[in-house]
Antibody, heavy 115, light 107 residues
Framework: EVQLVESGGGLVQPGRSMKLSCAAS????????MAWVRQAPTKGLEWVAT????????YYRDSVKGRFTISRDNAKSTLYLQMNSLRSEDTATYYC????????WGQGVMVTVSS | DIVLTQSPATLSVTPGESVSLSCRAS??????IHWYQQKSNESPRLLIK???QSISGIPSRFSGSGSGTDFTLSINRVESEDFSVYYC?????????FGSGTKLEIK
C-alpha cells in the first residue's frame, strides 16, 4: 500500500522558518518525481514546488522562489520542504504528492503563520 | 501562466443523474489535463489523467474527454459518494495550475 506521511507542521511566526518532511513507502520512491501542493483554508489547490526523481531538477512557483527549498533523500525515501521567511499567505495545508500527474497524496500537514 | 476556468462553480443534482463538468484552458494544452476529486476534510484523489486515461481503482462511471482548450469530466449516474469538489489541473507548462473547482452537491 502506498503511503505518504507528512510531518513538521504547526504554528510559526512571520519571518521564521519551518521544515516539512514526507516519508514515503509502498512504491519505489527513487523512480518518481515528487511535489508539494498546498491549500489555504477554504481555498483551492496550489502547486508549490517539484523535484525530479534524482533531485537534479527543482521548480518553484514565483511566490515561494528564493524562500522555499524542495529536496529529497532517496536512501531514506523522504521528501522535504524547507520554508524560510514565512508569510501569513503561506498559511495552508501542505500535501506531499508524487508527480506527474499527482497520483499519490499524503494526508496533509497544516502550517499556520501568525504572530 | 495558464488559467483553467471551471464551470459551473456549483452543480446541484439528484443521485442517479448524469453530469458533465467543464474545464477551459486559457491556451491550448493538448491533452495535458488531469482531474481530481476532493471530499470534505480529505486529500485529493486522481480520477482521470491526460484528459481521458482511466486510473486503476476509480469507478468506470467517471470519464474524461477533450483536447486543446476544452475539457470535460463526465459522471454517469451520480452516486451519493460522488458529492464533493472536483478540480482540473494542467501539466503542459510551469507553473502547474489548478482550476478553482466545481462543487457537486445534492439537490
Amino acid at each position: 500500500e502506498v503511503q505518504l506521511v507528512e510531518s513538521g507542521g504547526g504554528l510559526v511566526q512571520p519571518g521564521r522558518s519551518m521544515k516539512l518532511s514526507c516519508a514515503a513507502s509502498g512504491f519505489t520512491f527513487s523512480n518518481y518525481g515528487m511535489a508539494w501542493v498546498r491549500q489555504a483554508p477554504t481555498k483551492g489547490l496550489e502547486w508549490v514546488a517539484t523535484i525530479s526523481y534524482d533531485g537534479s531538477s527543482t521548480y518553484y512557483r514565483d511566490s515561494v522562489k528564493g524562500r522555499f527549498t524542495i529536496s529529497r533523500d532517496n536512501a531514506k525515501s523522504t521528501l522535504y520542504l524547507q520554508m524560510n521567511s514565512l508569510r501569513s499567505e503561506d498559511t495552508a495545508t501542505y500535501y506531499c504528492t508524487s508527480f506527474a500527474p499527482f497520483d499519490y497524496w499524503g494526508q496533509g500537514v497544516m502550517v499556520t503563520v501568525s504572530s | 501562466d495558464i488559467v483553467l476556468t471551471q464551470s459551473p462553480a456549483t452543480l446541484s443534482v439528484t443521485p442517479g443523474e448524469s453530469v458533465s463538468l467543464s474545464c477551459r484552458a486559457s491556451q491550448g494544452i493538448s491533452t495535458s489535463i488531469h482531474w481530481y476529486q476532493q471530499k470534505s476534510n480529505e486529500s485529493p484523489r486522481l480520477l482521470i489523467k491526460f484528459a481521458s486515461q482511466s486510473i486503476s481503482g476509480i469507478p468506470s462511471r467517471f470519464s474524461g474527454s477533450g483536447s486543446g482548450t476544452d475539457f470535460t469530466l463526465s459522471i454517469n449516474r451520480v452516486e451519493s459518494e460522488d458529492f464533493s469538489v472536483y478540480y482540473c489541473q494542467q501539466s503542459y507548462s510551469l507553473p502547474l495550475t489548478f482550476g478553482s473547482g466545481t462543487k457537486l452537491e445534492i439537490k
